[in-house]
């Protein structure tokens, strides 16, 4: 107790110094310094061992049945695993029109369209026609027609007493385009026929085109005609039945572009004017055999399965032409896709539709 004592005492009459608290310092550190080297020295040691007993296993013959049957790596322990490297095409035809309005959104551009009606000045006729005159005897002739500046939608007046009767009940017509575009073509031709009777020549009135094509009602899925609100992509048919996108291996000289560009061309023909987007693929594929394979080219190579690279391609004009494709294909669709998943393997279906377009 005494010598607790005067130690305390001592430190209290001499304090340690600078140098003797860094002095401390520095052999804590270079202590846990020395722990952390030897706790890593002796991890790598004992990942060396592990090594070691696992190249030793792996050397020894691996205990199987007798029902077991030698797997060629095996059997040729020579030949080096690979996979061959294929390029495919994703080609498609973007829409050609606007989609189909949702019931929702009819309502809505009707809502604003009828609004607009609301807001807007009543139309000045004694500015434009003087009373009495010929000119306005025929607006009020025409004024009985079309009683609102939206003449599409029917007969409407927002000042007239009626005017607050303006909503439409469930289900009616006048929301409907077809209907809204057979009211502006009917005005149309009530325009024309006032004017041939006047003694003008006779405007003939154009019909815009269906948005049903006949590849819709008959169901041609090989025309580029069809579903025009939606993207279509081309499918080969191989000789064995199975549908996919085109592709082929890739060419010791080629890249991925090229070897796409190149089988295009072999599977669907040159009568396309085609535009491929890129020179990056979009998506890959990989399909593993039941069983390797050696590689026929190349004795010294156990080919284990297929890795697809997909390039995204567009096309402008022309058709697939399978005459004389050099990939013994049989058939080709355009398809939407969730038409595709109708004709692909499941497992080739989930690598590629997350590279397809839902419109």
Partial sequence: MADRRNTRVCEQVHPPSRGDVDRIQWRQAHSNAIASCQETLGRRHYAVAAAESQQGASSQPPV?????EPTPSSANPGLKPTFTIKAGVVLSRPPVITRDLTPFEKAFFLYQRRLNERLALPFTKYFYFKKGTPADEDWKRKIKERQTPARDIGK??????????????????????????EMLLRDAETTTSN?????????????PAPRVTEADKTGDERSLNRLLQRTLYLLVQSNEGYWSFPSSPVGLQENLR??????LAEAAGVNMNTWFVGHHPIGHHVYNFRKPRQDPASKKQLLVGEKTFFMKCRIMAGQADLTANKQNLKDFKWLAKEEIAKYVLPQYYSSIKNMLSER
């Fill in 64 to 68: 199987s049945s007798g029902s077991a």
């Fill in 156 to 181: 409407y007046n927002a000042y007239s007493k009626e005017a607050w009767n303006d909503e439409l009940l469930v289900g009616a017509v006048e929301s409907e385009p077809e209907h809204q575009m």
């Fill in 195 to 207: 004017a041939a009777e006047d003694g003008t020549k006779k405007e003939e009135i154009q019909r």
């Fill in 258 to 263: 090229t070897a796409a560009e190149r089988t």
